[in-house]
C-alpha cells in the first residue's frame, strides 16, 4: 500500500477513514457539524487537518469516523498512536480542531475561497 491510500470502511451508515486496519481509537474527541457534505470528504479534510495538528506524535495513525445523523454530521476523529503520548493534550487539540468556526466552514463548503 503506497503514501497516498487509505482504508474506508462503510458500514452501519458510518464510514470510517483509517491508515492502518484494525481500526483503533487511542485517543479521539467527536462533534456533530451541521452542513450537507460528503461523509467521505468529510472525512478526508478533517484527517488532512487533524494530522497537521497532531504530526509531532511519534506513530501517529489517523483515523476519522463520520455518520449522518439529523441535523448534520457525527464526526469522530483521533487514531492510533504507537508510544507514549498525553493524551488530554493531544484530545484538546482535536476537540479545537473540530470546534473552529473557519474550519468547519471550510469542510463543509461554507468557507471563502472552497
Known amino acids: 500500500?503506497?503514501?497516498?491510500?487509505?482504508?474506508v470502511i462503510d458500514e452501519g451508515g458510518a464510514l470510517t477513514l483509517?491508515?492502518?486496519?484494525?481500526?483503533r481509537f487511542?485517543?479521539?474527541?467527536e462533534?456533530?457539524?451541521?452542513?450537507?457534505?460528503?461523509?467521505?470528504?468529510l472525512a478526508h479534510?478533517?484527517?488532512?487537518?487533524?494530522?497537521?495538528?497532531?504530526r509531532h506524535l511519534r506513530g501517529f495513525a489517523p483515523v476519522v469516523r463520520v455518520a449522518r445523523v439529523p441535523g448534520g454530521l457525527h464526526v469522530r476523529a483521533g487514531g492510533a498512536v504507537a508510544g507514549r503520548f498525553a493524551r488530554a493534550q493531544a484530545?484538546?487539540?482535536?476537540?479545537?480542531?473540530?470546534a473552529d468556526p473557519a474550519r468547519v466552514a471550510r469542510w463543509t463548503g461554507r468557507g471563502r475561497g472552497t
Not at 487511542?26 to 474527541?29: E, G, V, Y
Open 45 to 54: 479534510l478533517v484527517r488532512q487537518d487533524m494530522w497537521r495538528a497532531l
Open 91 to 98: 484530545e484538546a487539540r482535536i476537540a479545537a480542531l473540530l
Open 31 to 41: 462533534a456533530v457539524i451541521a452542513g450537507h457534505v460528503g461523509r467521505r470528504r
Open 18 to 23: 483509517a491508515r492502518r486496519v484494525p481500526v
Open 1 to 7: 500500500m503506497g503514501r497516498d491510500r487509505w482504508h
Open 26 to 29: 487511542d485517543l479521539a474527541a
